[in-house]
């Protein structure tokens, strides 16, 4: 115990502040509300647990199975149990872009393209938690989300928005002031004229049956149900979220996996023209990237030539497919850059002569000229007909150019351009690029923000642009090559080209280019196939151009696409003897050595037949070693034999036409064979030419081989330079994954050896190569890894579960699948880091979870689960076919052998039974590898297939590597646990499923020893945790959060009694390394956010068994909850304890409402004021309550308010954890009157418009002694008697607590509540009233110009100016920046209450937190504006409703205990709260109503005890009296008129609330601004006619009374219009104010109110000298009556005292003793004529004459306070005297003050 650190201490031991409480003695008694963090069994029988350990969670399966519910309502039903279809298991069907998916033509297909195929066709495979989306990680509480909520609201209305503006206002004032014109020319007490006035105004509408004696409990149940009515029922739908970051909790769906597009551009070309039109000339276009070198699209081939040109061809081309007839064409960018262009080919039909004798005519004749030309054009039109006819199938090259795209997008402003001219000139924009092209990884989600890299290589949103290119360049024969292609692009750029010196061929090719529309019809894949919408295949098409990206592309395939690209480069014929000088390369994809055997795959380019046999390059005239520039495309089969190969034939075409030489002469054979070693073959090639024919059977071998007895060219050295390139998703093109697959599916086909490169591999050698390729796939490339991802974990799942039969041995790759699939999960982890998620998960792994994942084949007599079987290939469901015929029969029918074929049912007892038997008894030991004690019969299968018919289940077996492994290996599987997790319980879902055990008990579903086995990962993955939070920590928080995922979703599937226990084993494993830490904090942020998550369940509120009762453990019988009364829903005879532990965190709450046990103890820990270094946690903890309150508001299921009603008794112990931090709650009555608080200055915050002219100490004292610890103590000065300071929570953090206190007194049980209350001390209570008293500030209505003007204030600071102030200011964290702060392990505890200096902060605080969402965008509407102060406007009223319901359950408790009394002050002084504060008219008929039955219910409360609160009381109505609308004025004469009869009641007079009633009114009148006399006049003729309308005090002296007092009220009236007028006129308006108080000299009350008066508008003009001799006279004034009044030596005799302050103050000594007797009824009564009131005006004075800097004045103030003090013996105080003096005169030496000069006369009023 003694290492135990001081925060362990505290948290187990009594709190302190309870103990300075001293009310210890009341625990024996009643049962009271313990100290939450202290839950002593004083009471309860059970253990205690302290707060900071977790308790023992209840066996929730048992435990429903026990306690049957008694309330048979349907509705509750629900709360009881998880719904039944609560999980499904749904195949959907994958959509596919285009309108016959892409499959290959063959029937027979080998295993790996079966495989892959399938992979890319069958069904998502998707596991939905039904409800997922209630629960609060799917169900934030958005903007529109809360907008629909608050359709409908009623508008309220609030005299603050009503109150007219400025200039109509004076109007009125100066139409009053004519018509009361008669008052300022009658002398003060003119009765008549007053009279006349008020006899002839209108009463208000008076409210019916006021006046009956009707009994109060009936008054009660009125007002109850007319409270009740009309109510809004979702609190949290009023209030803004707390702004967090994105919640913890929020887990996106995936993506759909889909195939990759870059950006999409759409080319359309329009037209091409020549100035001569002599022959076709055909057009290709392509993407090339000139900083990459390379092309980076395949070739669009596009034919403009008219019907009469292609006319010329007819003999040589056979009808041409609508799909070559393509005029547009749609590229896709991936990495877009200011280094791509579009380059433009052009081709003619071969003729004699090099290309620039046949450009010739085109550069030199002119469109213009044609008539002059007309001959010679004659005679090159008859060439080229003959050349047509003769050479019509070859081509020769002939002109390029090239356009830079991105000058295109960033200036497609202007429309129509010459764009070659200012596409050879751009020079100016060197792409930006070189620097940000950094970012090589490219995946779905990362796309958008790598190719935002410049702005002006958006392609998505540029506008379309046309452009006419003008000139061409000729082709140079001897520059063909790619190579020089690069050359040529990087000279474009440059501003002196070279190429500007060529000369071009002049022609027009117009072409559009725009971004892509979204769903283009008529649209043709790379292979052809129809893009859905194709509504009609006659129309011509528009073609997709299949990428070449620029950098790797990191994205798994989807479709079937195997694509072969051959491009021949160069060729060298010099040293070939003979004659071969006009060379063309025939190609041909063969399946034989037969020249028959010539596939047809080759696409076709344009204007001809889809696919042909043969394909030739371009002739260069005369060219010996010519270059190349063609690419033919190639549709693979989709199996490859060893006899597929390419055939490249050479022949040498002879141009001139000459005798007996044919057109065609062959010069060269070469070859390549499409499989090495059963491998693809695509590479670079330099291949020797053979001069004959190759020899029979040459197809298997490569033409590198020397054959015997072949002649080659050049002495068989390579001569012919081609490159073959395949686009493929069957061929992975990395060896090593080529070589697993191979060997993996040898194994299903049990077909040995297998040769693999130049290994042949024996069965008995198959394990050690199987095992070392599965550790050898680390060394593939990352690209082929992501491509084959899905194929890949497949695989590998399927050799874990299949353990495969190899040489008659079971052999076991669990453990090295394991360890693969963690490795390549981490490769994509680091790779590819544009892919995660907000939680470090890799999007295309959570896709294949989601999507991809299931099963390898379940049992075969299973339902069959969706179309076509289940995943995997059916043929490892071995036990079937055994039965059937020899699997080698059955494998090429093995896609129709469906799951649930009859022939099929011949298996052995049941599947699970099956698989026990084979994994043998539990009891093995299981550290040696729990696989294999078998024993199996049918060796026949065994040798048949080479597996068992065992399966493994894939969540046990994962369970069991991942408990077992160790190393490297569990470290990366840790890295990346959320992937495991995910698909364990993927896995389990699944086999759940197709055992149609979803509806089994959850406690047999899985056998125990799996249940041990996540038990113990568990476990340790918690100490993990707890072990490496401060080294790792972006992977613990990654951890932490994987694992609570996790457990949220066992809650779905197993024993959640059991999941409860590994909840409390993560628990424990924190707790007790939180007593060895020095800081807590981010071990405890991190088990926030693991608890969060858990919470984040959908069926949360049923996990914590909502309609249980209390029972101690001990007892499970269900007897109690038998007794159930229908109406609450609480047994009626519910024993107190069992309220207590409602209320409290006691050990049975814990236990039985688990999950809310855990949030509400993490929130009464952290809150704890003791609770060293959690202060940065506090708004953390807040968000998770106030999270899951707003959830339930909102959740469709729980609307019912019965229902409503059990959520809220989850959350009861909220209400005390809240009651214990009303000291550290943000203070909102602080700021009250910072606001300009519209027409009311309350005389208990003595806060004038312009700043507090009491200081907080002052206010404290002055609020009268009688009932001390109501006084809420300023959260700045409270200072416990630890001496340390309480933390004070953000305003934001109190008002979320506060929120969440209100929802639950809302939604809370009243009876329940009511039985709470009246086991509560007095002094709880007490607590829970100043608590309703915060509330009622907290949730003011703003009003809506407080709105208009933030609206405006707001904008002018800019955003990240707000940022830092709230920073500063808040001291607290936002939730992202507390990520980083932790991630660096910094997070310092914040300052506490240093941060929060001046008033000033605290306004800006206060307006800012709270509202801060709607500064996030700028300006707003006028209608944002309405609909905002409509919402602030329903949620004051309905937040004070609340407040009021539970005012009057309290009340309801006193009058049931009938002790307690000393309460209802409490409650009244909350009332009068709200009545002071902004209300609307509906809460204020509300609050009059309640305040109306108490005063009569406890009439004496006011008139004899709460004398101070009377003088409150008639003041909040006078003020109300004069409310501008007409039902508060009615409700508040009401009320006024039944405080008097009251009074009267009780003594025949009410002096004291005349007297009350007349010092308010003059108060309210010497204060309030924009105070109109007309709406009071009107209420006081209500009173009168109230006063003839009472019949039964008709004859007593009440009504005379009534008139005189109200005739007297309006004299006051009188007197102050004048006032009114000399508004503008400071100095008559003060000495006006002087005249009324001299008036008033015989009745002290009124005069010091006067006095007070006036001290406020000197103080608000700045004239703090004058403000303090008004103070010192009030302080002389109360002086004076206090020595009549009592005698005791330290006090001030009277006004002499006062006289070295001010030689004036003799005029306040009381005139005479026979004038006022001070003891008379209703004299001298005010909170002044107290000791701590004269103490506070004089320090009032002391602090004005300091501003004032009359240092003399000061000293002699406190000369007269420091007895007083002293007698006290209150050191503090002194020493702050003390302090002050100093000040004082040290500022007096400083400067010598003119105190001497000032002559006191100056201060005569």
């Given at each position: 115990m003694a290492e135990r650190r001081a925060f362990a201490q505290k948290i187990s031991r009594t709190v302190a502040a309870e103990v300075r409480k001293q009310i210890s003695?009341?625990?024996?008694?009643?049962?009271?509300?313990?100290?939450?963090?202290?839950?002593?069994?004083?009471?309860?029988?059970?253990?205690?647990?302290?707060?900071?350990?977790?308790?023992?969670?209840?066996?929730?399966?048992?435990?429903?199975?026990?306690?049957?519910?008694?309330?048979?309502?349907?509705?509750?039903?629900?709360?009881?149990?998880?719904?039944?279809?609560?999980?499904?298991?749904?195949?959907?069907?994958?959509?596919?872009?285009?309108?016959?998916?892409?499959?290959?033509?063959?029937?027979?297909?080998?295993?790996?393209?079966?495989?892959?195929?399938?992979?890319?066709?069958?069904?998502?495979?998707?596991?939905?938690?039904?409800?997922?989306?209630?629960?609060?990680?799917?169900?934030?509480?958005?903007?529109?989300?809360?907008?629909?909520?608050?359709?409908?609201?009623?508008?309220?209305?609030?005299?603050?928005?009503?109150?007219?503006?400025?200039?109509?206002?004076?109007?009125?004032?100066?139409?009053?002031?004519?018509?009361?014109?008669?008052?300022?020319?009658?002398?003060?007490?003119?009765?008549?004229?007053?009279?006349?006035?008020?006899?002839?105004?209108?009463?208000?509408?008076?409210?019916?049956?006021?006046?009956?004696?009707?009994?109060?409990?009936?008054?009660?149940?009125?007002?109850?149900?007319?409270?009740?009515?009309?109510?809004?029922?979702?609190?949290?739908?009023?209030?803004?979220?707390?702004?967090?970051?994105?919640?913890?909790?929020?887990?996106?769906?995936?993506?759909?996996?889909?195939?990759?597009?870059?950006?999409?551009?759409?080319?359309?070309?329009?037209?091409?023209?020549?100035?001569?039109?002599?022959?076709?000339?055909?057009?290709?276009?392509?993407?090339?990237?000139?900083?990459?070198?390379?092309?980076?699209?395949?070739?669009?081939?596009?034919?403009?030539?008219?019907?009469?040109?292609?006319?010329?061809?007819?003999?040589?081309?056979?009808?041409?497919?609508?799909?070559?007839?393509?005029?547009?064409?749609?590229?896709?960018?991936?990495?877009?850059?200011?280094?791509?262009?579009?380059?433009?080919?052009?081709?003619?039909?071969?003729?004699?002569?090099?290309?620039?004798?046949?450009?010739?005519?085109?550069?030199?004749?002119?469109?213009?000229?044609?008539?002059?030309?007309?001959?010679?054009?004659?005679?090159?039109?008859?060439?080229?007909?003959?050349?047509?006819?003769?050479?019509?199938?070859?081509?020769?090259?002939?002109?390029?150019?090239?356009?830079?795209?991105?000058?295109?997008?960033?200036?497609?402003?202007?429309?129509?351009?010459?764009?070659?001219?200012?596409?050879?000139?751009?020079?100016?924009?060197?792409?930006?690029?070189?620097?940000?092209?950094?970012?090589?990884?490219?995946?779905?989600?990362?796309?958008?923000?790598?190719?935002?890299?410049?702005?002006?290589?958006?392609?998505?949103?540029?506008?379309?642009?046309?452009?006419?290119?003008?000139?061409?360049?000729?082709?140079?024969?001897?520059?063909?090559?790619?190579?020089?292609?690069?050359?040529?692009?990087?000279?474009?750029?440059?501003?002196?080209?070279?190429?500007?010196?060529?000369?071009?061929?002049?022609?027009?090719?117009?072409?559009?280019?725009?971004?892509?529309?979204?769903?283009?019809?008529?649209?043709?894949?790379?292979?052809?196939?129809?893009?859905?919408?194709?509504?009609?295949?006659?129309?011509?098409?528009?073609?997709?151009?299949?990428?070449?990206?620029?950098?790797?592309?990191?994205?798994?395939?989807?479709?079937?696409?195997?694509?072969?690209?051959?491009?021949?480069?160069?060729?060298?014929?010099?040293?070939?003897?003979?004659?071969?000088?006009?060379?063309?390369?025939?190609?041909?994809?063969?399946?034989?050595?037969?020249?028959?055997?010539?596939?047809?795959?080759?696409?076709?380019?344009?204007?001809?037949?889809?696919?042909?046999?043969?394909?030739?390059?371009?002739?260069?005239?005369?060219?010996?070693?010519?270059?190349?520039?063609?690419?033919?495309?190639?549709?693979?089969?989709?199996?490859?034999?060893?006899?597929?190969?390419?055939?490249?034939?050479?022949?040498?075409?002879?141009?001139?036409?000459?005798?007996?030489?044919?057109?065609?002469?062959?010069?060269?054979?070469?070859?390549?064979?499409?499989?090495?070693?059963?491998?693809?073959?695509?590479?670079?090639?330099?291949?020797?030419?053979?001069?004959?024919?190759?020899?029979?059977?040459?197809?298997?071998?490569?033409?590198?081989?020397?054959?015997?007895?072949?002649?080659?060219?050049?002495?068989?050295?390579?001569?012919?330079?081609?490159?073959?390139?395949?686009?493929?998703?069957?061929?992975?093109?990395?060896?090593?994954?080529?070589?697993?697959?191979?060997?993996?599916?040898?194994?299903?086909?049990?077909?040995?050896?297998?040769?693999?490169?130049?290994?042949?591999?024996?069965?008995?050698?198959?394990?050690?190569?199987?095992?070392?390729?599965?550790?050898?796939?680390?060394?593939?490339?990352?690209?082929?890894?992501?491509?084959?991802?899905?194929?890949?974990?497949?695989?590998?799942?399927?050799?874990?579960?299949?353990?495969?039969?190899?040489?008659?041995?079971?052999?076991?790759?669990?453990?090295?699948?394991?360890?693969?699939?963690?490795?390549?999960?981490?490769?994509?982890?680091?790779?590819?880091?544009?892919?995660?998620?907000?939680?470090?998960?890799?999007?295309?792994?959570?896709?294949?979870?989601?999507?991809?994942?299931?099963?390898?084949?379940?049992?075969?007599?299973?339902?069959?689960?969706?179309?076509?079987?289940?995943?995997?290939?059916?043929?490892?469901?071995?036990?079937?076919?055994?039965?059937?015929?020899?699997?080698?029969?059955?494998?090429?029918?093995?896609?129709?052998?469906?799951?649930?074929?009859?022939?099929?049912?011949?298996?052995?007892?049941?599947?699970?039974?099956?698989?026990?038997?084979?994994?043998?008894?539990?009891?093995?030991?299981?550290?040696?590898?729990?696989?294999?004690?078998?024993?199996?019969?049918?060796?026949?299968?065994?040798t048949l297939t080479g597996r068992l018919p065992t399966k493994k289940l894939f969540h046990e077996e994962l369970a069991l590597q991942w408990v077992v492994c160790s190393g490297s290996v569990r470290e990366s599987a840790l890295q990346q646990a959320w992937f495991f997790f995910e698909l364990m319980v993927k896995s389990m879902v699944h086999h759940l499923y197709f055992n149609d055990k979803l509806d089994a008990p959850r406690k047999s579903r899985f056998p125990e020893r799996f249940m041990d086995d996540i038990a113990a990962l568990v476990s340790t993955i918690a100490s993990d945790i707890v072990s490496r939070f401060q080294k790792d920590t972006e992977m613990v928080e990654r951890l932490n959060t994987s694992l609570a995922f996790f457990l949220n979703d066992l809650l779905s599937v197993m024993d959640r009694g059991f999941v409860f226990s590994l909840i409390k084993t993560c628990y424990k494993q924190v707790s007790s390394k939180l007593y060895s830490l020095p800081t807590p904090s981010v071990l405890v942020s991190l088990r926030l956010d693991f608890l969060r998550i858990i919470c984040s369940h959908e069926h949360y509120v049923t996990l914590n068994l909502p309609c249980s009762l209390l029972t101690p453990p001990a007892s499970p019988s269900p007897s109690v909850s038998s007794a159930t009364s229908q109406s609450s829903g609480f047994s009626t005879t519910v024993q107190d304890q069992k309220i207590a532990n409602m209320f409290e965190l006691s050990v049975p709450f814990r236990q039985q409402h688990y999950l809310a046990g855990l949030v509400l103890t993490e929130l009464a820990v952290i809150l704890d004021p003791d609770a060293e270094g959690l202060f940065g946690l506090h708004k953390k903890v807040i968000n998770m309550v106030h999270n899951l309150l707003s959830s339930h508001d909102s959740d469709p299921r729980y609307s019912d308010p019965q229902i409503k009603a059990r959520v809220a008794m989850l959350y009861l112990p909220l209400i005390g954890i809240i009651m214990e931090t009303v000291p550290q709650l943000y203070d909102f009555t602080e700021t009250h009157n910072q606001r300009g608080r519209p027409m009311c200055i309350a005389t208990d915050d003595y806060e004038s418009e312009s700043g507090s002219m009491i200081s907080q100490t002052v206010a404290m004292a002055i609020a009268g002694t009688s009932v001390p610890q109501l006084t809420r103590p300023g959260s700045f000065l409270l200072t416990s008697t630890s001496g340390r300071q309480h933390t004070t929570f953000s305003a934001e953090s109190s008002r979320s607590l506060l929120i969440c206190l209100l929802w639950v007194l809302k939604n809370a049980d009243e009876t329940v509540l009511q039985k709470w209350f009246t086991d509560l001390s007095v002094l709880q209570l007490n607590r829970l009233l100043d608590l309703l008293y915060l509330c009622v500030s907290c949730f003011e209505y703003k009003g809506k110009k407080v709105f208009e003007r933030m609206n405006s204030l707001t904008f002018k600071k800019s955003k990240d100016m707000r940022a830092k102030l709230e920073e500063a200011i808040l001291g607290s964290i936002g939730a992202r920046q507390e990520m980083v702060r932790r991630s660096r392990g910094q997070l310092e505890r914040s300052p506490s209450g240093s941060a929060f200096g001046s008033q000033e902060n605290l306004r800006w605080r206060k307006d800012m937190t709270h509202w801060r969402q709607n500064t996030e965008k700028l300006d707003k509407s006028r209608a944002e504006i309405e609909h905002e102060a409509l919402i602030d406007g329903n949620l004051a009223t309905e937040a004070n409703l609340i407040i009021l319901d539970t005012l009057e359950i309290v009340v309801q408790t006193v009058s049931v205990t009938e002790s307690k009394e000393s309460i209802l002050g409490g409650v009244l002084k909350v009332l009068l709260h709200s009545m002071a504060c902004n209300q609307s008219a509906v809460y204020l008929q509300h609050c009059f109503a309640t305040q109306r039955a108490l005063v009569s219910k406890f009439p004496e409360l006011l008139f004899e005890e709460e004398t101070e609160q009377c003088a409150d009381l008639c003041l909040r109505l006078l003020r109300h009296c004069s409310s501008s609308i007409g039902t508060i004025r009615s409700h508040a004469s009401a009320s006024l008129y039944l405080l008097m009869r009251q009074n009267f009641e009780i003594g025949n007079n009410f002096a004291r609330v005349k007297m009350q009633v007349t010092m308010s009114l003059s108060s309210l009148v010497g204060t309030s601004q924009n105070f109109n006399e007309e709406f009071l006049r009107r209420s006081l003729k209500t009173i009168l006619t109230y006063a003839e309308e009472d019949l039964e005090l008709r004859e007593t002296t009440f009504p005379d009374q009534v008139q005189d007092l109200v005739f007297n009220l309006h004299m006051i009236l009188s007197d102050t219009v004048k006032m009114k007028e000399h508004q503008e006129d400071p100095e008559m308006l003060i000495d006006l104010m002087y005249r009324i108080a001299k008036g008033y000299q015989t009745s002290p009350d009124l005069r010091l109110t006067w006095l007070q008066n006036m001290a406020g508008k000197h103080s608000e003009r700045s004239n703090h000298a004058e403000a303090a001799q008004c103070l010192v006279h009030s302080a002389a004034l109360v002086a004076e009556y206090l020595s009549m009044l009592e005698d005791r030596k330290y006090l001030p005799v009277g006004c002499v005292t006062f006289q070295n302050i001010s030689s004036n103050v003799l005029e306040e000594s009381a005139v005479s003793d026979d004038v006022v007797s001070p003891d008379e009824e209703g004299i001298c009564s005010g909170k002044y004529f107290t000791e701590s009131g004269l103490v506070g005006l004089l320090e009032q004075a002391a602090a004005s004459f300091s501003m004032a800097g009359m240092y003399e004045a000061v000293n002699e103030v406190y000369k007269v306070l420091i007895p007083i003090h002293e007698a006290n013996r209150d050191a503090k105080k002194l020493s702050t005297i003390h302090g002050k003096l100093q000040e004082a005169f040290s500022k007096i030496v400083h400067q010598s003050t003119g105190w001497e000069f000032l002559s006191c006369e100056y201060f005569s009023f």
């Open positions: 003695g009341q625990y024996s008694g009643s049962p009271q509300l313990l100290k939450n963090l202290n839950i002593v069994g004083s009471i309860s029988h059970h253990t205690t647990v302290p707060l900071t350990e977790a308790v023992d969670p209840v066996d929730l399966e048992d435990y429903l199975i026990t306690h049957p519910l008694a309330v048979d309502s349907g509705l509750l039903r629900d709360l009881i149990e998880f719904p039944p279809d609560d999980i499904e298991v749904v195949y959907s069907p994958r959509d596919c872009r285009t309108l016959v998916s892409a499959v290959p033509e063959e029937s027979e297909m080998d295993p790996h393209v079966r495989d892959c195929i399938r992979s890319y066709t069958e069904d998502w495979a998707i596991v939905i938690r039904k409800y997922h989306k209630l629960g609060t990680g799917f169900n934030p509480n958005t903007l529109d989300k809360q907008k629909e909520r608050q359709k409908g609201l009623p508008k309220q209305v609030f005299e603050s928005d009503e109150a007219p503006d400025g200039n109509n206002y004076q109007d009125e004032q100066d139409d009053l002031k004519r018509r009361s014109m008669s008052i300022d020319d009658t002398p003060r007490g003119s009765w008549a004229c007053s009279i006349f006035d008020l006899k002839n105004s209108l009463p208000d509408a008076l409210l019916p049956n006021l006046l009956d004696r009707t009994p109060n409990e009936e008054i009660d149940r009125q007002n109850d149900d007319q409270r009740k009515a009309n109510r809004h029922k979702e609190l949290f739908a009023l209030h803004p979220s707390p702004d967090e970051e994105e919640p913890i909790e929020r887990l996106s769906v995936p993506e759909v996996p889909k195939e990759h597009f870059g950006q999409r551009l759409l080319v359309k070309c329009l037209s091409l023209k020549f100035e001569i039109e002599i022959e076709p000339i055909f057009a290709s276009l392509a993407l090339y990237d000139v900083k990459e070198k390379k092309k980076i699209s395949e070739n669009f081939y596009f034919d403009l030539n008219s019907e009469q040109m292609k006319g010329l061809l007819r003999p040589h081309v056979p009808p041409a497919a609508i799909t070559t007839l393509a005029r547009s064409a749609i590229f896709s960018i991936t990495y877009p850059s200011q280094d791509v262009f579009l380059v433009i080919k052009l081709e003619k039909v071969l003729q004699q002569g090099d290309i620039g004798e046949c450009a010739e005519p085109y550069m030199i004749f002119k469109e213009a000229d044609a008539t002059k030309n007309k001959e010679k054009l004659e005679k090159l039109k008859s060439q080229a007909d003959q050349f047509c006819q003769r050479l019509g199938k070859y081509r020769m090259p002939f002109a390029w150019t090239a356009i830079h795209l991105m000058n295109i997008v960033s200036s497609a402003g202007s429309l129509e351009r010459d764009s070659t001219e200012v596409e050879i000139s751009t020079g100016e924009r060197k792409g930006s690029w070189s620097e940000r092209r950094n970012s090589s990884l490219v995946g779905r989600r990362s796309l958008e923000r790598t190719t935002s890299g410049d702005d002006s290589c958006n392609l998505t949103s540029f506008r379309p642009a046309t452009l006419t290119v003008t000139n061409f360049f000729k082709q140079e024969g001897d520059r063909l090559s790619d190579e020089d292609l690069y050359k040529f692009l990087a000279d474009m750029r440059r501003p002196s080209s070279v190429l500007r010196r060529l000369r071009p061929i002049t022609a027009q090719l117009k072409i559009d280019i725009s971004p892509a529309p979204e769903n283009p019809h008529y649209c043709l894949t790379p292979e052809l196939l129809q893009v859905k919408l194709y509504p009609d295949s006659r129309v011509r098409p528009t073609r997709e151009i299949l990428e070449f990206p620029a950098r790797d592309v990191y994205v798994p395939n989807t479709t079937y696409r195997n694509l072969l690209y051959i491009y021949p480069q160069s060729l060298n014929f010099a040293n070939r003897q003979g004659s071969a000088r006009n060379i063309t390369v025939k190609v041909q994809f063969m399946y034989g050595e037969d020249p028959s055997n010539a596939m047809p795959v080759i696409f076709g380019k344009s204007s001809c037949s889809e696919f042909s046999k043969e394909a030739y390059t371009a002739v260069v005239y005369h060219n010996r070693s010519p270059d190349f520039h063609e690419e033919i495309k190639v549709k693979l089969p989709a199996t490859l034999t060893d006899h597929h190969h390419l055939l490249f034939t050479f022949y040498h075409v002879s141009c001139q036409q000459k005798q007996n030489t044919p057109l065609e002469t062959p010069v060269g054979y070469t070859w390549i064979p499409m499989l090495q070693n059963g491998r693809l073959k695509t590479g670079q090639f330099c291949l020797p030419v053979s001069l004959e024919k190759p020899p029979q059977a040459y197809s298997v071998l490569s033409p590198e081989v020397p054959l015997p007895g072949m002649k080659w060219v050049d002495n068989h050295k390579g001569v012919f330079n081609v490159e073959v390139v395949a686009v493929s998703s069957i061929h992975t093109q990395d060896p090593y994954l080529d070589k697993f697959f191979a060997l993996v599916n040898a194994l299903d086909e049990h077909m040995f050896p297998v040769r693999i490169g130049d290994m042949r591999i024996m069965e008995n050698n198959l394990e050690n190569e199987l095992k070392s390729s599965i550790a050898a796939l680390n060394s593939s490339q990352l690209e082929p890894v992501v491509r084959f991802l899905y194929l890949l974990l497949d695989k590998l799942i399927l050799l874990v579960v299949r353990p495969p039969v190899i040489a008659g041995q079971i052999v076991n790759l669990g453990q090295a699948s394991f360890e693969a699939m963690a490795s390549i999960i981490n490769r994509l982890h680091k790779n590819l880091e544009g892919n995660h998620d907000q939680h470090g998960r890799n999007s295309l792994l959570a896709s294949y979870i989601y999507y991809v994942f299931r099963l390898p084949n379940t049992y075969p007599n299973s339902p069959s689960p969706g179309p076509g079987g289940l995943g995997g290939s059916v043929h490892y469901a071995t036990m079937a076919r055994s039965a059937v015929r020899p699997a080698s029969l059955n494998l090429n029918r093995s896609r129709s052998l469906s799951n649930s074929n009859p022939d099929i049912s011949g298996t052995p007892t049941s599947p699970d039974d099956e698989v026990r038997s084979i994994i043998g008894s539990k009891a093995m030991d299981r550290s040696c590898n729990r696989m294999s004690s078998h024993t199996e019969t049918s060796s026949f299968l065994q």
